[in-house]
């Protein structure tokens, strides 16, 4: 399953060459952190609003400034690698959430802003909060209609999507799985496995270790056993 969740991030990154290019060359651009969909851990249950509100974005590249960004941009045309979005984090305008906004929080259907609901390291989140903003996850469309449309912009549970504009999208999608954000980075979680493994062959030592004390100890205290034995049949004897 790891394998198979591995593949599918890396499928979708190798769909833009130029992207794909960028990260492989992160020892070159240390400014280069990755995408938004690679630094962000997202529930399961919520993934499918998640990815949809971010729509192209989830493979925006964030960097640490515009300078990087710009030696990016110009080893891509130098190779013909084609093009990128980047974020640097020094330059990037975020969607505030109001207390306007908040209050909706309060309607049937409301869940709470996707920008709440994604994990990653507090130094992108001006680079989460230009992707996000104040996007509002709610229970389905009927939901979002009942919020109002262009009220706000809303992604709903099943992928569904309300703009502030008030354009609608949504209908039936054959995948119903996100393939970009996950719950945990594959990475950490093969890391965690092993993690646990060393934990248990740590486990595992120490019982054996205690077992082989306490053979150790009868053993020990069978052999005093027959030394008091025979002491006792000597003294015995005379």
Not at 2 to 14: D, K, N, P, Y
Not at 83 to 103: G, H, M
Not at 211 to 221: E, Q
Request: glycine share 8%.
């Amino acid at each position: 399953r790891l394998r198979a969740q591995s593949v599918s991030v890396q499928e979708r990154i190798g769909g833009s060459i130029a992207v794909k290019k960028i990260l492989e060359k992160r020892g070159r651009f240390k400014g280069v952190y990755g995408t938004v969909a690679e630094l962000s851990r997202v529930p399961q249950k919520y993934q499918l609003a998640v990815e949809s509100a971010a729509g192209n974005k989830a493979m925006h590249l964030i960097v640490e400034d515009d300078r990087i960004a710009a030696d990016c941009i110009a080893f891509l045309k130098e190779n013909k690698f084609g093009q990128a979005n980047f974020i640097p984090l020094n330059r990037i305008k975020t969607v505030e959430i109001l207390e306007s906004d908040k209050k909706l929080l309060k309607a049937g259907g409301a869940h709470d802003f996707l920008l709440n609901l994604i994990k990653f390291d507090p130094k992108y989140k001006n680079a989460f909060a230009f992707v996000f903003g104040n996007t509002l996850l709610v229970e389905n469309i009927d939901a979002a209609r009942s919020i109002g449309i262009g009220r706000i912009r809303m992604a709903t549970l099943d992928g569904d999507l309300a703009e502030f504009s008030g354009v609608m999208r949504g209908g039936y999608a054959e995948k119903r799985k996100s393939t970009l954000f996950v719950e945990k980075d594959v990475g950490d979680e093969l890391r965690d496995r092993e993690d646990d493994l060393e934990k248990t062959h740590v486990s595992m030592k120490i019982l054996e270790t205690k077992i082989t004390m306490k053979k150790k100890w009868r053993s020990f205290k069978s052999f005093l056993i027959s030394v008091s034995r025979k002491a006792s049949h000597s003294c015995s004897s005379r």
